[in-house]
């Protein structure tokens, strides 16, 4: 099955400086890769994904790339406000028409003032 | 809307005991799926369903089962909980996409405690 690795699992940044978390995945056939946001207590929440047919995509400070030949993707955020801190979670969507997700363990950003 | 919802939000439970964790969404999607998250860990697939009357084992089914009577409502149910149930229960909806790929949008958690 599918296997996917996120990394680093802690995460530790200056308000303003920028953040990168990566994921790795398995399964070259993988087409979509979203990203959720999970605040202490909260539930994860969608802030950005891809598809396959692009290799980046944009939303004000967040931005993800995606490189299918490596089969990894990555998550930006640029100047990073102390509201970032929470724990990210990288998913792979599995084939065979099921929209099962995969996630990674999570990144656990802090942003400190 | 409101979207995915669970009751209850928190249970404690005695070993052996039983209990049926309810999900409801009112947003007519087909999809839906039930993970737990263990302290510091991601998000592991329990069961799913891709409609009415189908249901499918994801990665740790085991102790647990499901039902899907209705689009709106997906229970999962334990059956002689055990402390390795410790866990956070979250139920999510999603609609199929074609090239698939769909939000899938997340209740609020039940937090269970098996003591």
């Known amino acids: 099955g599918e296997n996917v690795e996120q990394h680093p699992s802690t995460l530790s940044v200056q308000e303003g400086d920028s953040a990168v978390i990566k994921c790795t995945y398995s399964?070259?056939?993988?087409?979509?890769f979203p990203w959720y946001k999970q605040e202490l207590g909260k539930r994860p929440q969608l802030i950005i994904d891809i598809r396959s047919n692009v290799g980046e995509k944009k939303d004000q400070r967040i931005a993800v790339t995606l490189n299918k030949t490596a089969k990894h993707f990555s998550l930006h955020i640029t100047e990073t406000q102390p509201e970032d801190s929470a724990v990210y979670f990288c998913a792979v969507l599995t084939q065979g028409g099921s929209e099962k997700l995969v996630f990674g363990k999570g990144t656990k950003l802090t942003v400190n003032p | 809307n409101a979207g995915v919802t669970q009751t209850p939000k928190f249970r404690i439970l005695k070993i052996g005991q039983s209990m049926t964790l309810q999900c409801t969404q009112d947003?007519?999607?087909?999809?839906m799926y039930w993970y737990r998250q263990d302290p510091g860990m991601g998000l592991k697939l329990i069961y799913y369903s891709v409609g009415a009357g189908i249901t499918d084992k994801g990665e740790v089914p085991n102790g647990y089962n499901v039902s899907r009577s209705t689009t709106e409502d997906f229970p999962l149910r334990l059956e002689l909980a055990a402390p390795s149930q410790t866990s956070v229960y979250f139920c999510?909806?999603?609609?199929?996409?074609?090239?698939?790929?769909?939000?899938?949008?997340f209740g609020p958690g039940t937090r269970l405690l098996v003591l």
């Open positions: 399964d070259s056939a993988s087409n979509y």
């Open positions: 947003m007519n999607h087909n999809y």
């Open positions: 999510a909806s999603s609609s199929p996409r074609l090239g698939g790929g769909e939000t899938q949008y």
